[in-house]
């Protein structure tokens, strides 16, 4: 259960390495009981959060308060956070049983006490049978489950976990992502989750913290991410996305494409330029002759149970996901209802993304370096033809 009460606060965290800053003026807080994702690409800030909150690394500049208490100065092994890595770092020489116990071991608990404990963990990840089972003989999702219980017997305030399922397999990275969730609220402990899979992070989490380039992008609940992106960023790496360039009329009327659309948003000004955010799904094929903007299929991939195809609309390549197959070269209608459309004020992210000209900005990155080598060459060619003159 999400308590009202903040268990961690971060406050204007700066991290740089090698003169590179990481984490940029950082301000986040998370509530007790909280299953918390940080969600974002390699390098954009998010284990790096994770390392400052659990005391591995120390800010340039801000402050870590736990409880409201200022935690700076504390020891990673005085705070009450416990980390689960993507390696588990499981004793390979100890059966299951005494994986789970070692910390309450070292603490100097009593025997009895310990014995107590790690059967209430094991029992809590479904590994009681599993008690005596040497480590190399356990699956990667045993293993796992191992993991959590151990970080779990000292009865942590804040559990850490930085990318634990990575490791698994699709089926299995499911049913752990069940486990996981069941156990953050069967023990209202506070869960900080970290991942790069948008469809893990809105799965499992109450808040997902969106991050990109050291700094926080949007933090909210998985609908609100997903349905109310903030800016181009957000709604590119949630989901699919077509990001048109619009312009607001008035209050619930944007221009896009030549073409004026009934909207839900308002508070814009009058000609104010905006982005306009359409996902696949939202869009309805029909006639050319019954479509608010018309097209022609360049592409379509079966995905099983509907087609994903990208439509040409005046050279902007829209993606459509639909039930109903088109043929390449198709002239289509789309249909685009007032609920469908939300509207994004202007940002750096802007033209950046939502063109399905190309999948990935490698392809695009590829484009432009080879068209500057193309250039560049015209350029020498132009030079030695002179010179020759």
Known sequence: MVKEQNIIELHNITVSFDGETVLDDLDLSIKDGEFVTFLGASGCGKTTTLRVIAGFISPDHGDVFFDGARINDLPPHKRQVNTIFQRYALFPHLNVFDNVAF????????????????????????MRAFAQRKIH????????????????????????????????????????????????????????????????????????????EGKIQQIGSPTKIYNEPENAFVADFIGESNIIDGVMLDDFKVRLDGRAFKCLDKGFAVNEPVDVVIRPEDVDIVSPEKGELTGEVSSITFKGDYYEMIVDVCGFKWMVQATDEQLVGAKVGLVIEPDAIHIMKKSKYSGMFGDYSTFSTEMDEMEEEARLEEERLEEEAAQEEKGDE
């Open 137 to 212: 003989n356990l699956s990667g999702g045993q293993q796992q489950r191992v993991a959590i219980a151990r970080a779990l017997v000292n009865n942590p305030r804040v559990l850490l976990l930085d990318e634990p399922l990575a490791a698994l397999d699709y089926k299995l990275r499911k049913d752990m992502q069940n486990e996981l969730k069941r156990i953050q609220r069967q023990t209202g402990i506070t869960f900080i989750f970290v991942t790069h899979d948008q469809e893990e992070a809105l799965s499992m989490s109450d808040t997902v913290v969106v991050m990109n």
């Open 103 to 126: 910390g309450l071991k070292v603490a100097g608990m009593k025997k009895d006490q310990i014995k107590e404990k790690v059967e209430e963990m094991l029992e809590l990840v479904n």
